[in-house]
């Protein structure tokens, strides 16, 4: 018999469509509200910024953090990466760069065409 271990493709989930939105470039998020948004936990969060995966835009009174639309986007793309993949810190932001940069090479093509 083959001692190797077999991994089971993972369940077709059903995703219903989520309400589509034009992000607002001057939008500002509490961190209570991208918990709400993102399903990510307060305290994931601060890890998160405390590694410069992810970084408040503002920050208000007695500390409070606001976050944009990238950083809502930013911690959906390590949420996925972490579940799908099982990163570490490490492999998300090398992941997290190299993905940064391949926008901006896709951005640079685009403006020379």
């Keep these: 018999m083959n001692p190797r271990k077999t991994r089971k493709a993972p369940a077709k989930m059903k995703i219903s469509p989520g309400p589509v939105y034009a992000p607002d470039p001057e939008a500002a998020y509490t961190l209570e509200v ?11 969060i601060v890890h998160y910024q405390e590694h410069g995966l992810v ?3 503002a920050t208000r009174g007695r500390g409070a953090r606001l976050f944009n639309d990238e950083a809502l986007r930013t911690l959906r793309r390590i949420e996925h990466l972490r579940s ?3 990163m570490n810190l ?3 932001k090398f992941t997290l760069r190299l993905l940064d940069e391949m ?3 896709r951005s640079d ?3 020379r065409r």
């Excluded at 991208?34 to 994931?44: A, I, K, R, Y």
Aim: net charge neutral; charged share 25%; glycine share 4%.
């Design 84 to 86: 799908r993949y099982e």
């Design 109 to 111: 093509l685009r403006s």
């Design 34 to 44: 991208v918990v709400e948004l993102t399903g990510v936990s307060s305290q994931t």
């Design 90 to 92: 490490h492999a998300l």
């Design 55 to 57: 970084a408040p835009v």
């Design 103 to 105: 926008e901006r090479l």
